[in-house]
């Protein structure tokens, strides 16, 4: 079969002609993967498979099953937590991928794998549509539909949005009318993981007015009578594996400076991304864990790598980042980056002691097993002129 990109509402028709024929769609729970759902359903499609891939996010499978129950879909709920901290959020840490230095890359970590799931179960199924919610306004479009084409799906793929943009007081109303009432009290788009809690459009569409709702933040709402404490986070390789002298898998890694760090008030971004074709567009993130270790993995990078190593890492690092946000996650470029990536990441072993404290983070210690800091500059002068002189002999002595 020819691939072909679905880009309209007007495509369902053709897709529900035979109504037996299995259709994947990517399922999040929220406002427009449910419209998606309730448009299927109302075309004719019967055997629907809502894929929801747990990624460590808010919405609940029960919130979610509820929905797939109401409309007579079949949900597939898969754990992708583990595989996803593992595979994208690890190589990212080492890769320090930060957008344009406003704030660390979330969605385009998670696009990949989302799409690789569905892509096996539709394969899995027979399956030749796999059909998804982004609209040309959300980089999520071309980074689903690239990682798509990149994994070599054959079928048709793509987003009925792409052409077809439906009001959000449409499709509220529409689901409301379908008994899917809960779903009109949403104010703002959310995407959230283990990683990254994102806010966008809805309330938060103007970058010249986003006052955001505290009550949006879970990790980094500030609780006012948290004392300054001390955190240790320690690194192998360049991999982040203990906190306070504990070892923890990285997913609990994560978890857990999310909320230590967070208490703090720490960790909150606001930037503007660009779309495709240009324009930009507004999101507000809290990324507790991400702003920590990211900054302690850089003074470990600055203790063992050397300068013009370095510099070079610097270089590939938005590199690596252009190529995962375009969609380019599973290209020859984002992965041959991420090669010399990490043979950078070999020497980096160590810790970082911080002092955290209401709205600020102090270093306290930085220390590498293999370090290129000086711990003592005046004794290393005396060694450093006394080898220099000894290259050349002995001194001789002054004439009078």
């Keep these: 079969m020819t691939p072909q990109v679905v880009r309209s509402f007007g495509e369902l028709d053709a897709i529900a002609r035979d109504p037996s024929a299995p259709v994947v769609t990517l399922f999040s729970g929220g406002l427009d993967s449910s419209y998606l759902l309730h448009r299927l359903a109302r075309a004719g499609a019967r055997n629907v498979h809502a894929v929801s891939v747990d990624l460590g996010e808010d919405e609940s499978s029960e919130h979610k099953q509820r929905i797939a129950d109401r409309l007579g879909i079949r949900l597939h709920l898969v754990d992708g937590r583990q595989e996803f901290a593992e595979d994208y959020v690890r190589p990212a840490i080492a890769a320090h991928a930060v957008y344009l230095d406003t704030h660390p890359v979330s969605s385009s970590l998670s696009r990949p794998l989302i799409a690789k799931v569905a892509v096996d179960t539709a394969r899995e199924l027979g399956a030749t549509t796999v059909l998804h919610t ?9 980074r689903l539909n690239g990682a798509l084409e990149l994994l070599g799906f054959a079928g048709r793929y793509g987003s009925p949005y792409d052409l077809d943009p439906v009001d959000r007081d449409q499709k509220m109303r529409e689901l409301k009318e379908a008994g899917l009432e809960q779903l009109s009290e949403r104010l703002v788009s959310g995407d959230s993981n283990l990683w990254c809690r994102e806010f966008e459009s809805g309330i938060l569409d103007d970058p010249e007015d986003h006052a955001v709702p505290e009550r949006l933040y879970q990790w980094s709402a ?30 609990e890694l994560i978890d857990t400076l999310n909320h230590l760090v967070g208490a703090h008030g ?6 503007l991304e660009h779309l495709g074709h240009g324009p930009k567009v507004l999101e507000i993130r809290e990324m507790p864990a991400a702003w920590l270790l990211l900054r302690s993995r850089r003074h470990l ?29 599973f290209g020859e470029l984002r992965r041959a980056s991420q ?3 990490e043979v950078c990441s070999a020497h980096v072993t160590g810790s970082v002691r911080w002092r955290l404290s209401a709205g600020s983070a102090e270093t306290r210690a930085v220390v590498a097993d293999r370090p290129l800091y000086l711990r003592d500059r005046e004794a290393w002068e005396h060694r450093s002129v006394a080898a220099e002189r000894a290259a050349f002999g002995p001194s001789q002595p002054q004439e009078r």
């Design 134 to 142: 982004a609209n040309r306004s959300q980089n999520t479009l071309r």
């Design 222 to 251: 500030l609780r006012p009578a948290e004392a300054p404490e001390a955190v240790e986070v320690a690194f192998e390789a360049g991999r982040p594996v203990a906190v306070d002298g504990r070892r923890l898998p990285l997913t």
């Design 266 to 271: 720490l960790g909150r971004y606001s930037g």
């Design 301 to 329: 990078e600055t203790a063992t790598l050397s300068a013009e190593l370095l510099r070079e890492k610097l270089n590939q690092e938005q590199l690596w980042v252009r190529e995962a946000l375009e969609g380019r996650w």
């Design 339 to 341: 090669a010399f990536i």
